[in-house]
């Protein structure tokens, strides 16, 4: 990631224009969200349509409606043609139902759920707690546990932003040598489908939540790998399933303060054998005010879960608090590094 470059030679009205831009974020954050709700990007998929023809599908108020058409076209997400009709553009198609990448369920999530979380930073800040359990009164798993709609954005936009990761992890770890491969916290299987498409000599055991594996089984059938899955229900603060000679840990630990962190960890280790291998997936924090998003997911897991992202020094301690021992950092070409722990 990038941040704009600091004005040379006191530029106020540089520096001013830069601030503000990062001020107004969130509007851009709205105005897109409300276009994927409404599923726009899907209704253009056809072709053209006119505000009114718009405003009926989605049962909005057409000339609130045409306004936000316009910030949107401003923004190049959507186009008015010569017929004054709206059209998809690249980013727009971004936004579509199944599109790659699905950034129609993050967009979702940006908008409503992380939103609020984000909402309360200053509540987070001010007392180390999380803020969208202050707000929503519950913690972001049992919102989800207990809302299958929002729980379906949540997945999806995971299963998403993981598909790519996997095909990372895969091409910068070896596990050619590896029989059972366990996916502790693996969602619906997205990750753990790309590493066996990888690994096709490979079995994998899926472990998560009893609502999530639930919604599991059509992601591995679909990737063609469900014949060489067992899928776990459970609860890695108890206990993960035992049989791995590899155990993946895919941005699980940043969700969670050190002392969950350090007990999903001792539960993977009393899991291991001592030949067993534990790949912690996550962004590493580099030193200084080098810009890395990893700094900004940081803020994101203070508000959202009581989680942070941390630094090769903090996942030393923590994997050595649960007796292992970090081996070594292996980078990826997505922003997700591979922390490879031993039994000590
Ligand atoms: C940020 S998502 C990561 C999913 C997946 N590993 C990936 O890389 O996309 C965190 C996952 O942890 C799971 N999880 C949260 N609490 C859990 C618990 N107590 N036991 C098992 N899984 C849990 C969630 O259901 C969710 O799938």
Not at 318 to 331: E, F, K, T
Request: overall charge negative; charged content about 20%.
């Amino acid at each position: 990631m990038s941040r704009p470059s600091e004005p040379q030679g006191g530029d106020v009205a540089q520096a001013q224009a830069a601030l503000q831009q990062m001020s107004n974020g969130y509007w851009a954050t709205q105005i897109i969200y409300v276009a994927a709700k409404l599923g726009i990007a899907d209704l253009l998929k056809d072709g053209p349509r006119g505000i009114h023809a718009l405003a009926e599908s989605t049962e909005t108020h057409a000339p609130s409606l045409y306004r936000l058409m316009r910030a949107l076209a401003g923004l190049g997400v959507f186009r008015e043609n010569e017929a004054g009709e709206y059209e998809t553009t690249a980013l727009g198609r971004c936004l579509a139902s199944g599109s790659p990448g699905a950034l129609r369920a993050r967009t979702i999530l940006n908008g409503e759920d992380w939103y609020t979380g984000w909402g309360g930073l200053l509540h987070s800040v001010r007392t180390g707690e999380t803020a969208f359990d202050h707000i929503a009164g519950r913690s972001f798993f049992e919102h989800l546990a207990a809302n299958a709609e929002a729980a379906a954005v949540f997945n999806e936009a995971m299963a998403s932003s993981t598909e790519g990761a996997a095909r990372a992890v895969a091409d910068a770890y070896d596990l050619s040598q590896s029989k059972t491969i366990v996916d502790v916290g693996g969602g619906t299987g997205a990750f753990l489908a790309g590493i066996l498409q990888a690994n096709p000599w490979a079995r994998g055991v899926l472990f998560d939540r009893p609502n999530v594996v639930a919604a599991a089984g059509g992601l591995l059938t679909r990737a063609g790998v469900a014949d060489r899955c067992d899928v776990v229900a459970g609860d890695f603060f108890e206990a993960v399933p035992g049989g791995g000679d590899v155990y993946i840990l895919s941005w699980i630990i940043h969700d969670w303060d050190d002392d969950r962190g350090v007990t999903i960890l001792k539960n993977c280790r009393r899991a291991m054998a001592d030949n067993a291998r534990l790949l912690v997936i996550e962004q590493v924090i580099p030193p200084g005010n080098q810009p890395s998003l990893g700094k900004l997911y940081d803020l994101h897991m203070l508000v959202l879960s009581g989680g942070r992202e941390r630094r090769e020094d903090e996942y030393r301690a923590l994997l050595a608090a649960a007796d292992l021992q970090l081996a070594r950092i292996i980078p990826t070409d997505v922003p997700r590094s591979v922390i490879e722990a031993l039994p000590r």
